[in-house]
């Protein structure tokens, strides 16, 4: 949903050659006390009375004037329009479509989360992945042997929920762990996206040990296609299930296949220990995803000249009060 970033950038003054008006004050000070000193004068009777019974100008007369030239020197900052100025962008949060694919080998089973299953800790991460990307569009993917679309990437987050909550080890018959097969299911849900940002979720603990496509390929041609892959490997501290002596897999089918992999899409590999991990780690995916500034820049300013006018205006009509009642001057 769109929203708008404002930054004030800065005060400027629209016309400051009006400041130039400021200078002649004191030049037309100077003359009106000139031209006073040399006008002539008119003697009332009875005013040095006055004087004596201490109603002789004082301090306070010099308010009206002070007031007054208060009004001009304001009037002057009005023209001078002076103004904040403020740098705007409309900021869009972007939905992204993002598979979830989910290892559901019976390893998954296995209570070192915390006491929970792996499976159970997963589905409850992911569940607050889901409640947590609202706007976004999510898939689900569910391989062992074999691997299949669980949900198609959809909006309807209610019916995902449900269908993720019905997971099971017991839904794929064929024994293994096909990493490569599921990145290659659910790159082809993501082609046909029309999202810009494309993500792939992968949760396994377990090694490649079947599939007709190898791990690597399969994320290659996730990377052609623009998908992201980040790798949750799920495990005793941290460190995927390593392969069985005469398994005929390497070493490498463990963890750092799943390093292997993330880096080849452009993504992240995330050792999960436990359920805290776990948590952390889909925190973490959340921050690399989202937020930009992708709309037009535009600057705003905002006039203060309003202000300085009716302040002008304030002091004006309260020098003249003021000369003219309680203040007025008297020769």
Request: glycine letters at 10%; charged letters at 25%.
């Amino acid at each position: 949903m769109p929203g708008l970033f404002t930054d004030s950038t800065g005060f400027e003054l629209a016309q400051p050659w009006w400041f130039t008006l400021l200078l002649l004050l004191p030049v037309f000070l100077w003359l009106e006390r000139r031209l006073e000193k040399g006008r002539k004068r008119m003697v009332f009777p009875g005013v040095g009375s006055l004087k004596a019974e201490g109603l002789a100008a004082g301090k306070w007369m010099k308010v009206p004037r002070l007031l007054m030239l208060a009004a001009v020197v304001f009037a002057v900052l009005a023209v001078a329009r002076p103004r904040v100025s403020l740098k705007s962008a409309v900021m869009s949060v972007k939905g992204i479509d993002i598979m979830l694919v989910l290892d559901i080998s019976d390893s998954m089973r296995e209570d070192d989360f915390n006491g929970a299953p792996r499976l159970d800790a997963a589905r409850s991460v992911a569940l607050h992945f889901i409640r947590e990307h609202p706007r976004d569009r999510i898939g689900l993917v569910l391989f062992r042997g074999k691997s299949f679309t669980q949900c198609p990437l959809t909006n309807d987050h209610d019916v995902l929920v449900m269908l993720l909550r019905e997971v099971s080890t017991d839904m794929i018959s064929d024994d293994g762990t096909a990493i490569g097969s599921a990145i290659l299911v659910a790159t082809n849900r993501l082609q046909s996206s029309v999202s810009g940002e494309k993500v792939m979720v992968l949760l396994t603990d377990g090694v490649n040990n079947s599939g007709e496509v190898g791990p690597l390929t399969a994320a290659g041609i996730a990377a052609d296609r623009g998908v992201l892959i980040y790798v949750v490997g799920m495990g005793t501290e941290g460190d995927p299930k390593m392969p069985e002596e005469g398994s005929g897999l390497s070493p490498e089918s463990g963890k750092e296949l799943l390093e292997r992999i993330a880096d080849r899409a452009g993504g992240r590999f995330f050792a999960a220990a436990d359920s805290d991990a776990l948590l952390e780690t889909f925190t973490e995916i959340e921050a690399l995803e989202r937020t930009r500034l992708d709309g037009p820049v535009r600057i705003e300013h905002r006039e203060l000249y309003p202000l300085l006018l009716l302040l002008a205006a304030f002091f004006l009509a309260t020098g003249l009060a003021a000369g003219n009642t309680r203040m007025l001057r008297i020769p």
